[in-house]
Structure formats: structure tokens, C-alpha cells
């Protein structure tokens, strides 16, 4: 599903706003109308497997929870995969075209990155550029559990509760009423956040990220992928993506493809869109030119 927001006039690029893992469009609020002050077309995008169509198990719902059982039952999301994503993002990526001036900047956040990639290689004549926010930029061949595995991503605060060979998905427990889980997660992804704000950033969460996404290499090559201009907004205090992880990317990236990531930095955690949406804005709007 998409959701549309139109800007006061049309000869400004648009954008598609491509939330990551366990997240939805709720992800880009606060950004949105930044956007379309700036007189930027924005659509966004529950990807399959979240938001409305983000299943759970069903021992997430009762609580107290019996953490046996949510860490071994099997993903209802399991099925989803990323085929799924990438189609739903090349008809949001259209759907955008139409609103502005026919150029539309693609971005994607965390593990949204995944669909991204693919989206680019194959259509890269309809994106004036992609942007990466803190987001899995994989080098060709390379899967998403591999670079979550990598030596630079060793700081990763990110607090799985289950095996996601064993019940098919990358499980939070986003509901969890446990303080010490609850704090662990406010320091994977909003570390800058107030408790207030993290509280209302929970809600939009769900707990199933299909795990199948992440045993998918990444396709990009320079001949597709690579004629885009492509940027990546580093987040200096990311606890999730670690600042190691994104410069190694962005690094084995350029050395395949031959060309140059534009790199921005920021000063946040891995959620710049709650903590300085403006920052992020401001960010954006200039690579849209």
C-alpha cells in the first residue's frame, strides 16, 4: 500500500520514502511535510510483510508473554519475500513519476536498503538518484546475514529474540514490558529520542521482518545500478547500523561499481526522522536539486 502525499505544484522531483525493518510508513510523519513545503511529491510505502500487511504470531499478543513460545513459534510474515517488495516499489516509484516533474529520488532506511538495490538495477532510468540512510548498501553478490555477521557490525545493539532459520523471521519483542529489553531497543534505533518519543515510535512497530529478504545477494551492477547517482546519510551514533558497518558498504560499493557514494553525515541515531527531521530534509531537498 501507498500513501500519496501531494505537494502545492509540480516541477520539483519527487520522492518514495522506503521504511526498513520492522518499521512502516508511520517511519516518515514527521518528514513528509518537509518535503512537500519544499514543493517535493512524496509517496510512501508499507512494504509487503509490514504495516497493514504485517502478520504476528500469535504469542505475541498474549501478555505476559511466554517468551518460549514467541521465540520458536514459526513467522506468519516467513512467506514474504523480496520480489514482493521490489515490484510493490518500482509501482510506488511510478506512481511518484506522475506527480512531479518526472524525476523521483528513491530512499531507503536500514534494511529497506534491500529493496532499493534491486529497484535500481532494474528500472535505473526512472530514478534520478537513490539515497541511503543508514541503510544496507550491499557490494554485488553479498546477502543481508552476511553483513549483519561482518566484523563491523559487532556493535550492533539489535535485541533478536528468536533463531531466524528457526521460525523464519527477524523477531522483536516490540511489545516487550521487560525495562532492560525495552532499553536495549530505544538504543539499537532511537537513542536520541525522549522516553515519550520512544514510547510513540513502539506503536508502529511490528515484530515478524521476514528473514528470506536477508539470504537474497544483492544484484547491482555498474552497468544498471551504477549510472545513478547514489548517496548514503551516515548516522555518526547509530547503534543498529553500526558507523563501521555503513563506511564498509559505502566503501566496497565504490570499489565495484567504479564510481563515487556521496556520503552525508549526520549526527544522530538511526532514526534521524524523529530526531531531526529537519536536518534530514534539508539533506534531502538538496540532493533533489
Same mark, same amino acid.
Given at each position: 500500500?501507498?500513501?500519496?502525499?501531494?505537494?502545492?505544484?509540480?516541477?520539483?522531483?519527487?520522492?518514495?520514502?522506503?521504511?526498513?525493518?520492522?518499521?512502516?510508513?508511520?517511519?516518515?510523519?514527521?518528514?513528509?511535510?518537509?518535503?512537500?513545503?519544499?514543493?517535493?511529491?512524496?509517496?510512501?510505502?508499507?512494504?509487503?510483510?509490514?504495516?497493514? &500487511? =504485517?502478520? @504476528?504470531?500469535? /504469542?505475541?499478543?498474549?501478555? #505476559?508473554?511466554? %517468551?518460549? !513460545?514467541?521465540?520458536?513459534?514459526?513467522?506468519?510474515?516467513?512467506?514474504?519475500?523480496?520480489?514482493?517488495?521490489?515490484?510493490?516499489?518500482?509501482?510506488?516509484?511510478?506512481?511518484?513519476?506522475?506527480?512531479?516533474?518526472?524525476?523521483?529520488?528513491?530512499?531507503?532506511?536500514?534494511?529497506?536498503?534491500?529493496?532499493?538495490?534491486?529497484?535500481?538495477?532494474?528500472?535505473?532510468?526512472?530514478? &534520478? =538518484?537513490? @539515497?541511503?540512510? /543508514?541503510?544496507?548498501?550491499? #557490494?554485488?553478490? %553479498?546477502? !543481508?546475514?552476511?553483513?549483519?555477521?561482518?566484523?563491523?557490525?559487532?556493535?550492533?545493539?539489535?535485541?533478536?529474540?528468536?533463531?531466524?532459520?528457526?521460525?523464519?523471521?527477524?523477531?522483536?519483542?516490540?511489545?516487550?514490558?521487560?525495562?532492560?529489553?525495552?532499553?536495549?531497543?530505544?538504543?539499537?534505533?532511537?537513542?536520541?529520542?525522549?522516553?515519550?518519543?520512544?514510547?510513540?515510535?513502539?506503536?508502529?512497530?511490528?515484530?515478524?521482518?521476514?528473514?528470506?529478504?536477508?539470504?537474497?545477494?544483492?544484484?547491482?551492477?555498474?552497468?544498471?545500478?551504477?549510472?545513478?547517482?547514489?548517496?548514503?546519510?551516515?548516522?555518526?551514533?547509530?547503534?543498529?547500523?553500526?558507523?563501521?558497518?555503513?563506511?564498509?558498504?559505502?566503501?566496497?560499493?565504490?570499489?565495484?561499481?567504479?564510481?563515487?557514494?556521496?556520503?552525508?553525515?549526520?549526527?544522530?541515531?538511526?532514526?534521524?526522522?524523529?530526531?531531526?527531521?529537519?536536518?534530514?530534509?534539508?539533506?534531502?531537498?538538496?540532493?533533489?536539486?
Amino acid at each position: 500500500m501507498t500513501n500519496t502525499g501531494k505537494a502545492d505544484n509540480n516541477d520539483k522531483a519527487a520522492f518514495v520514502l522506503v521504511h526498513g525493518a520492522w518499521h512502516d510508513h508511520h517511519t516518515w510523519d514527521a518528514l513528509v511535510p518537509l518535503l512537500e513545503a519544499s514543493g517535493h511529491a512524496v509517496v510512501t510505502i508499507d512494504l509487503p510483510g509490514a504495516g497493514v &500487511s =504485517a502478520a @504476528v504470531p500469535a /504469542s505475541f499478543t498474549a501478555r #505476559p508473554i511466554d %517468551m518460549a !513460545a514467541f521465540s520458536t513459534e514459526p513467522s506468519p510474515n516467513a512467506g514474504v519475500n523480496q520480489t514482493e517488495r521490489t515490484e510493490a516499489t518500482i509501482a510506488a516509484v511510478r506512481e511518484a513519476a506522475t506527480q512531479g516533474n518526472g524525476q523521483v529520488v528513491l530512499v531507503g532506511h536500514s534494511l529497506g536498503g534491500l529493496t532499493v538495490s534491486p529497484v535500481a538495477e532494474t528500472i535505473p532510468t526512472e530514478l &534520478s =538518484a537513490v @539515497v541511503y540512510l /543508514s541503510a544496507f548498501l550491499l #557490494p554485488p553478490g %553479498m546477502v !543481508a546475514g552476511e553483513m549483519i555477521g561482518h566484523e563491523t557490525m559487532v556493535a550492533s545493539k539489535v535485541p533478536l529474540v528468536a533463531d531466524p532459520g528457526q521460525v523464519g523471521a527477524l523477531r522483536l519483542d516490540v511489545a516487550s514490558e521487560d525495562a532492560g529489553y525495552r532499553a536495549t531497543l530505544k538504543e539499537a534505533f532511537y537513542g536520541d529520542l525522549s522516553d515519550e518519543q520512544f514510547a510513540e515510535a513502539t506503536t508502529h512497530l511490528h515484530p515478524d521482518e521476514p528473514a528470506q529478504v536477508g539470504g537474497v545477494p544483492s544484484i547491482i551492477t555498474a552497468e544498471g545500478f551504477g549510472q545513478i547517482a547514489r548517496h548514503y546519510i551516515r548516522c555518526a551514533d547509530d547503534n543498529a547500523v553500526t558507523p563501521a558497518g555503513q563506511d564498509f558498504m559505502v566503501a566496497s560499493v565504490d570499489a565495484a561499481m567504479g564510481t563515487a557514494t556521496t556520503v552525508h553525515p549526520m549526527g544522530t541515531s538511526h532514526s534521524p526522522f524523529y530526531s531531526d527531521p529537519a536536518g534530514l530534509a534539508a539533506i534531502l531537498t538538496s540532493i533533489a536539486g
